[in-house]
């Protein structure tokens, strides 16, 4: 026998086997026997399960094609003269070409020229010059469901002995028999006997594989076949894009939704290969079967194939994979917050270490079926399909998200979920850090990676998930505790209900955690009792004991001594503070820099926007240790500062942040305070001493001493006016308003009540805003957030200042100098006409100093009364009786 007939028996014996591995179901056996079946069935995209006998992979096509191309070879080899191998890529240096073409060359002779001597002639001279490519596994690739045989030859490496017949020399129905047989194929995404890719695809190029090959047709096809195949090629080409698709998309860095994507784009494919099957059981059982029945079969095929196509190509074009605008690259570089975080974490800034393209995945993937699901919604079909592709892909997402509803916990490897995790910040930052990055930047929301439906609830979503993480870390949530009733996709009806019950029961997990075990409510009130000085007889024990430490430059403190004696003074017996359960918390701490200059650095921080004291608080994070050129004369009392330990979870409402404000407060109070003593201190002085209390014979000399005696009262009256509004008009108020809304009252004044039992309607984030509220109303009223009212305020405190000390400790001996009854008591001194002179010069400039600043406090708090503040003008009027002329 010849090789040429050898060889056509071999491919008419093994052509059936191959069809009979493919065709395995009870419909597709009845096709092989000749039945026919119905239009309808055969129009229907089939979306069911095949059993493991009807599919033919690609891995089982490749080895069939090889036993028989081996075969064919190992006779060719037999009458040949010489060998001539066929040089293809190494698997170091590119792609080695498969066989795969080959079979579809030597197997496809015998139905269309029978067994004519012609054909046998043919045969004979192609078997003369063997052609043996080799295949081979391409290096490890990092898809993980990549195809690791090398790409099989293009039909261009074909010998021309191997060439089949041109397609003018067949007949109209050989040429449809063919092109039929080319089709299904392509189909698979192989090359044909005729039909070929385009010249500009390169299927090792992964561009390329992705936007899909372009083939194209021999010349002398009949016009009648030729649109019709044209037409059915789309569907080649989408499945072969679709292929590249799922192998590039399943890639580690597009993330789990992409992942789920992919799976359910392989089990549309697989459910494909399983219709070509069937179509190649057609072709060869029934004569009826024509490139018209073809193309009517895979109608509906083709349209999901396209959807599946346009899909792809537009999520591969938002992660760069495909062309895309400059401006649109440039744009998407947003990575710095992912450098900074790995290299707090011990990253390099290595080439490769992190992508500087911004990924399509997660929220922005379901974001794109969801988008694409409302444009196609009048579409019946499209819309079945992106239902089943939104809610298979939705559900890692929703995985992740009952993960943190419930258990407040993220498990994203891939960073792709809606809340961004800062895994370097740590809780016990809280105790030094002033801007409390723990709570505010540790959870933050991927606003541009959030999924539509969940733009309306994100804010709960990240609230519910963050309250949630702090009673588990606090032993309040049993996070082995699975989940269950829960929505896993995210067209589930009672999606937002899971939400927000998730996040009633966080906040209500949270509040009691905070309210009634860790008694929030009683450290407010510590809070209140150390800070706003509102029963203070502990601490005028403090100064009073501490009195001559306090006297000392605040750089030659002992703060160990004057902790010692503020433990004292707590545990005093009969003290209010002895019975405080929280004593042990507070601490003395000595400030380096004096208050007034403090809060203007503070101010000049928050630049034009005063009205927002808390971002200047925030931005300037350690004013204790920028000391200044003055710094080291402050004196103990004025650099004097308490601090307060708060455990967490409190911490998260009692903050740094906030404990600063308790601090400027507190200084502030005690700073009239200690003014007040002065005054009252010389007030002592002057009615103690021999030279006030006597009448002296100089009628100036004792009007001088009225003025005296007035102006000192003048600022004991304005200090004592200071005080009084700051305590009684500004914090106890304000105090009293956070009370109510903490202990749920409600605007007013009725208490919200669910079947007789209180109810607290708050959020723990509104609960801490309201905190802050407090604080920074009590700071803008106290006058501490003007720069042009602490000025102000900061001279007359000074005045005061000097006009005590001075009248304490020198005035009494230059009044007896300046008196001609009492100068001969001064030990060898004698009258001193001028130190009257003098005396009436310091009183008068004293005078005018207080007087003047007086009256611009006064305008400038009629000023910010009108723009800022109405509760300025009770301080207004009580200042006015101070400020008018005697």
Same mark, same amino acid.
């Given at each position: ?41 055969? $129009? ?28 064919? /070879? ?5 009458? /040949? ?12 240096? #590119? ?58 030859? $293009? ?20 040429? =449809? ?29 992964? %561009? ?22 044209l037409s059915t090629l789309k569907l080649a080409t989408h499945y072969s894009a679709l292929e590249a698709f799922v192998e590039v998309q399943s890639r580690a860095e597009y993330g789990a939704v992409s992942h789920a994507l992919c799976a359910t784009i392989r089990k549309l494919l697989k459910e494909f290969l399983v219709l070509v099957a069937q179509l190649e059981g057609e072709l060869l059982n029934n004569p009826n079967f024509t490139l018209h029945v073809l193309h009517l079969h895979t109608i509906p095929t083709s349209q999901c194939l396209a959807q599946l196509y346009s899909l792809g190509q537009e999520l591969l074009r938002r992660n760069g994979l495909l062309d895309q605008d400059l401006d649109e690259s440039i744009d998407d570089f947003d990575d710095v917050d992912n450098i900074l975080e790995q290299l707090r974490e011990g990253g390099d800034l290595i080439p490769g270490a992190m992508s500087s393209k911004k990924i399509c995945k997660g929220g922005n993937v379901l974001r794109l079926l969801t988008e694409r699901l409302a444009t196609f919604s009048g579409d019946p079909t499209t819309k079945a399909l992106l239902e089943r592709l939104l809610r298979d892909a939705s559900r890692p997402y929703m995985t992740m998200l009952n993960e943190w509803l419930h258990h407040g916990g993220i498990k994203d490897p891939h960073g792709e979920f809606l809340v961004k995790e800062q895994k370097w910040i740590k809780r016990e930052k809280l105790e030094e850090d002033y801007t409390d990055e723990y709570w505010e930047k540790r959870y933050t929301i991927r606003d541009n990676e959030v ?50 019950? /998730? ?27 150390? &800070? &706003? ?34 433990? *004292?003074? $707590? ?10 359960? &929280? ?8 400030? %380096? ?33 920028? #000391? ?86 003048? +600022? ?49 984030? =509104? ?6 509220? &407090? ?13 042009? $009212? *602490? ?24 009044? +007896?100098? /300046?008196?001609?009854? +009492? ?64």
């Amino acid at each position: 026998m010849s090789v040429s007939d050898r060889r056509a028996n071999y491919i008419s014996a093994s052509r059936p086997r191959v069809a009979s591995n493919r065709v395995a179901d009870p419909e597709t056996a009845a096709l092989r026997s000749g039945a026919s079946p119905k239009q309808s069935e055969m $129009l229907q995209f089939r979306y069911k399960a095949v059993s493991p006998q009807s599919r033919l992979s690609r891995e089982q096509q490749q080895s069939a094609t090889d036993r028989r191309a081996d075969r064919i /070879a190992g006779v060719a080899n037999e009458k /040949a003269h010489g060998q001539i191998r066929h040089a293809t890529k190494d698997s170091t240096g #590119g792609h080695n070409r498969g066989e795969r073409p080959e079979r579809s060359r030597s197997k496809r002779v015998s139905p269309l020229d029978g067994g004519s001597p012609n054909a046998r002639k043919k045969e004979k001279q192609q078997a003369e010059t063997p052609w043996n490519p080799q295949a081979s596994l391409i290096p490890h690739s990092t898809a993980p469901l990549a195809t690791r045989v090398s790409v099989p030859p $293009l039909a261009s490496a074909l010998p021309q002995s191997l060439q089949p017949p041109s397609l003018r020399e067949l007949s109209a129905d050989a040429q =449809e028999r063919a092109i039929l047989e080319d089709l299904l194929f392509t189909f698979m995404g192989f090359e044909g006997q005729y039909i070929h890719y385009h010249g500009s695809y390169d299927p090792s190029v992964e %561009k390329d594989r992705l936007t899909g090959p372009v083939f194209q047709l021999p010349t002398g096809l009949d016009p009648t076949l030729k649109d019709l195949t044209l037409s059915t090629l789309k569907l080649a080409t989408h499945y072969s894009a679709l292929e590249a698709f799922v192998e590039v998309q399943s890639r580690a860095e597009y993330g789990a939704v992409s992942h789920a994507l992919c799976a359910t784009i392989r089990k549309l494919l697989k459910e494909f290969l399983v219709l070509v099957a069937q179509l190649e059981g057609e072709l060869l059982n029934n004569p009826n079967f024509t490139l018209h029945v073809l193309h009517l079969h895979t109608i509906p095929t083709s349209q999901c194939l396209a959807q599946l196509y346009s899909l792809g190509q537009e999520l591969l074009r938002r992660n760069g994979l495909l062309d895309q605008d400059l401006d649109e690259s440039i744009d998407d570089f947003d990575d710095v917050d992912n450098i900074l975080e790995q290299l707090r974490e011990g990253g390099d800034l290595i080439p490769g270490a992190m992508s500087s393209k911004k990924i399509c995945k997660g929220g922005n993937v379901l974001r794109l079926l969801t988008e694409r699901l409302a444009t196609f919604s009048g579409d019946p079909t499209t819309k079945a399909l992106l239902e089943r592709l939104l809610r298979d892909a939705s559900r890692p997402y929703m995985t992740m998200l009952n993960e943190w509803l419930h258990h407040g916990g993220i498990k994203d490897p891939h960073g792709e979920f809606l809340v961004k995790e800062q895994k370097w910040i740590k809780r016990e930052k809280l105790e030094e850090d002033y801007t409390d990055e723990y709570w505010e930047k540790r959870y933050t929301i991927r606003d541009n990676e959030v999924p539509p439906q969940l733009d309306t609830v994100k804010d709960k979503v990240l609230l519910a998930g963050k309250y949630l993480n702090v009673v588990r870390e606090c032993g309040g949530v049993d996070v082995s505790k699975a989940v269950k009733d829960v929505p896993k996709t995210l067209d589930d009806p009672r999606f937002l209900d899971n939400v927000n019950a /998730a996040y009633t029961y966080a906040n209500a997990s949270l509040l009691n955690l905070l309210l009634t075990k860790n008694s929030l409510t009683t450290r407010f009130r510590s809070l209140k009792h150390y &800070f &706003f000085l509102d029963r203070s007889d502990f601490f005028s024990i403090f100064l009073e004991i501490a009195n001559s430490e306090l006297q000392k430059p605040a750089k030659s403190v002992n703060e160990g001594k004057l902790q010692s004696l503020l433990e *004292l003074a $707590l545990r005093q017996p009969g003290s209010i503070a002895a019975q405080e359960p &929280f004593k042990e918390d507070v601490k003395v701490r000595m400030n %380096k820099v004096g208050l007034t200059k403090w809060l203007m650095q503070v101010v000049s921080v928050s630049g034009i926007d005063q009205d927002n004291p808390e971002a200047a608080i925030e931005k300037y994070q350690a004013p204790s240790t920028q #000391g200044g050129e003055d710094d080291g004369k402050i004196l103990a009392i004025d650099a004097l500062e308490l601090d307060y330990l708060v455990p967490f979870p409190l911490s998260l409402v009692i903050s740094r942040k906030t404990v600063l404000r308790y601090q400027l407060i507190f200084r502030h109070t005690l700073s009239l305070r200690h003014h007040e003593g002065l005054l009252v201190s010389s007030w002592l002085a002057q009615t103690q001493s021999e030279a006030w209390k006597h009448k002296s014979s100089s009628r100036q000399l004792e009007s001088w001493k009225r003025r005296a005696w007035n102006l000192r009262s003048k +600022m004991l009256i304005f200090i004592q006016q200071l005080l009084y509004f700051c305590t009684a008009e500004v914090i106890e108020p304000n105090w009293q308003n956070l009370m109510d809304r903490v202990n749920g009252t409600d605007a007013d004044g009725s208490e919200v009540t669910v079947n007789g039992t209180k109810q607290v309607n708050r959020t723990v984030d =509104e609960l801490m805003q309201d905190h802050v509220d &407090f604080l920074d109303t009590c700071l803008k009223e106290c006058m501490l957030t003007q720069a042009k $009212l *602490l000025k102000v305020h900061h001279r007359l405190m000074t005045c005061c200042h000097m006009y005590a000390t001075w009248a304490t400790d020198t005035l009494s001996r230059n009044i +007896m100098l /300046a008196d001609p009854d +009492m100068a001969s008591r001064v030990e060898n001194r004698e009258y001193e006409p001028a130190r009257l002179d003098k005396l009436e010069d310091t009183l008068k400039r004293v005078e005018d100093h207080f007087n003047r600043h007086l009256r611009i406090l006064m305008d400038s708090l009629n000023y910010y009364a009108a723009t800022e503040s109405v509760v300025l003008l009770k301080l207004a009027h009580a200042l006015s009786a101070i400020s008018k002329e005697d």
